[in-house]
Structures are given as C-alpha cells and as structure tokens.
C-alpha cells in the first residue's frame, strides 16, 4: 500500500488505459483522509477534468445541496471516483478502464478506513457491492463487506435528468443519516 503522496504522484502519471491520452487533470479525490464517510461516483466528467475535483459541475452542486440535507458536505466526507480520468463525451467509463484505476481507489480505501461508502450510481455499485447490482431495485439498502457498510444511491447527474428519481434519493439520504448515527460514524 502506497502513501498518499506517492498515491496521488502515481496516479497523476499513469498510462495504463487509453483514458490518459485525453485526460486535461487525473481527479484524484477531496476531503479529510480520515473520513468515516465516503462517496464513489463512476469518473469525472467535463468540469471535473478541467479542474481536477470530483463533482464540480451541475450534478457535484447537486450532490452538495443533496449532502447538506443530512448535515454532510466536502469538509467532512472524502469524495472520489472509480476512475480518476474523464471518458470521452461522459460516457460509461469501460470495464478495462475501471480494472486499470480500480487498486487506485481501493489503496485510497485502505488509507482513509471509512466506515461507511455510498456509491453514486449503478456503475459504482456494481464494481464495489455487486456485479449483479440493480439500482432501481436496491438504492439504499445496507450491506457490510470487509467492516465497511455499503450502499448506493442513483448518480446525482441521473437525479438532475429525472427527478421522479427525488424522493427515492431523498430516503436514502434519510437512510444514511441514520446509519452514521447508528454506528457512531464521526461527521464533524
């Protein structure tokens, strides 16, 4: 397991999917290194990539406005990816691409030990939870794998595409809440 500066050194030269030859900024991650709390996405897109931060567009303010309800926000929740460059024109991030960035995230894992991680989206579930993952069917429900409770929620952008998706969101939301207090999961 690398440190977080050779981590992040280390992420920002690597080459070993096709995504490099267009990324402008790897998207490494933000948020205190020790959060109890942990959100993944699927990959960066348009904003992101020029910036260099997760969740930075439309859907990243969305996901903020999401996160204040229940108190969270980038000061005390660590925010990333399961591939830190941009696919082209947003597109689904490939099971090539996601198995070259995968030990990345899991290396972040193992350094910030949170206790809790709520996927964005189906792409995120499916890669951490379950292959098998329907996030339709299983939006907030709880497991625990490796003393980690996991969940998922839809993507923020897919809740800015249709927001019939709201109040589905809104209870997992509620449902996280409710699992920090539940297990003591530290937020401040």
């Not at 960066?44 to 020029?50: I, N, R, T, V, Y």
């Not at 229940?70 to 490939?94: A, F, M, S, T």
Request: proline content about 6%; hydrophobic content about 35%.
């Amino acid at each position: 397991m690398l440190d977080w500066e050779n981590l992040e050194q280390l992420c920002n030269r690597c080459n070993k999917c096709g995504l490099c030859q267009t990324r402008h900024n790897v998207v490494f991650g933000v948020g205190p290194r020790d959060a109890d709390v942990m959100f993944i996405g699927e990959g960066p897109g348009e904003q992101e990539d020029l910036r260099g931060e997760p969740f930075v567009g439309p859907a990243g303010k969305f996901l903020d406005d999401m996160l204040s309800i229940i108190d969270l926000g980038r000061q005390n929740c660590y925010i990333g990816n399961i591939v830190k460059c941009r696919p082209p024109k947003n597109r689904d991030p490939l099971e090539t691409e996601q198995d070259a960035c995968i030990g990345y995230l899991r290396n972040q894992v193992a350094l910030i030990q949170p206790k809790i991680i709520v996927c964005l989206g189906r792409i995120a579930a499916q890669k951490l939870i379950d292959p098998e993952f329907r996030i339709t069917r299983q939006h907030g429900s709880w497991i625990e794998k490796n003393g980690i409770w996991m969940s998922a929620t839809y993507h923020p952008s897919a809740l800015l595409r249709d927001a019939s998706k709201r109040p589905d969101a809104f209870h997992d939301l509620i449902s996280l809440r409710g699992k920090i207090q539940e297990i003591g999961a530290k937020v401040s």
